[in-house]
């Protein structure tokens, strides 16, 4: 049975894969380097005591945070590879003007992995771009609608709608443009895939995929993820309006 309706096995087994292997690289490159960088002492000291752990707890928290920091950026990268990966969808890669680009639906999409990655005047910063893209008449995306995807929203709401940020410089909100527009996560998978539920699906199976991965791959037979019950529930608080 296939991992996801919307998406061969073999190209979100290749993403996940990728990503598992960022994050067991910098677990290495950690643990083999954790004395050689310049740990603040009086952070971890202050660390230790009011979460009131021994010193060899703290250091194992201060590497899984260390590993989560890079695996955090590279979560946004595996979203987008994976909606540009749904047929009729395109990933434009990193440095590209844009993210992902849909010539048929005449759509394309700026991708954060969570709503606080964007922040400030670099809000109106990221109209201002896509603004760029979608109205110019000698811009190729002319008319095309534009989308800036919070993967992970504030509050579990879907929504889809103009994207008027504030413009510090100016003192007002950026104009509301129907080409213009942001949304969240579910919504846009919802999207590009044409699946209610298709960013569920995706969570749902991601168990499955690492485990897979890690008995096949990584020559780990016995893996397997611990408490997934209890890390569903941070999926629920995300995206299940209460």
């Not at 919802?190 to 991601?206: D, F, P």
Request: net charge neutral; glycine share 6%.
């Amino acid at each position: 049975m296939a991992y996801l309706p919307y998406l061969k096995d073999e190209i979100i087994q290749g993403l996940v894969k990728d990503v598992l292997m960022i994050g067991r690289k910098k677990k290495q490159a950690v643990i083999r380097d954790f004395e050689k960088n310049v740990i603040d002492p009086f952070s971890s000291l202050f660390d230790s005591a009011v979460s009131g752990v021994n010193h060899e707890t703290w250091k194992n928290s201060e590497m899984v945070r260390q590993c989560q920091k890079t695996l955090t950026n590279h979560i946004g990268n595996l979203h987008q590879k994976i909606l540009g990966s749904v047929v009729g969808w395109q990933d434009l890669g990193t440095g590209g003007v844009v993210d992902l680009v849909c010539h048929e639906k005449k759509i394309i999409a700026e991708v954060k992995n969570k709503y606080n990655t964007v922040t400030g005047g670099k809000l109106a910063d990221q109209y201002n771009s896509l603004e760029r893209l979608v109205t110019p008449k000698a811009s190729q995306y002319k008319g095309y609608t534009s989308y800036f995807v919070n993967i992970i929203p504030k509050k579990p709401e879907r929504f889809d709608t103009t994207f008027e940020p504030s413009d510090k410089d100016k003192g007002i909100k950026c104009p509301p443009n129907e080409l213009i527009r942001i949304t969240d996560g579910a919504s846009f998978y919802q999207l590009v895939t044409g699946r209610k539920n298709a960013l569920s699906e995706l969570y749902e199976a991601l168990p499955d995929i690492i485990e897979d991965i890690y008995r096949n791959d990584f020559n780990e037979p016995n893996f397997e993820i611990q408490d997934k019950s209890l890390f569903k529930q941070y999926f629920v608080n995300a995206y299940i309006e209460k």
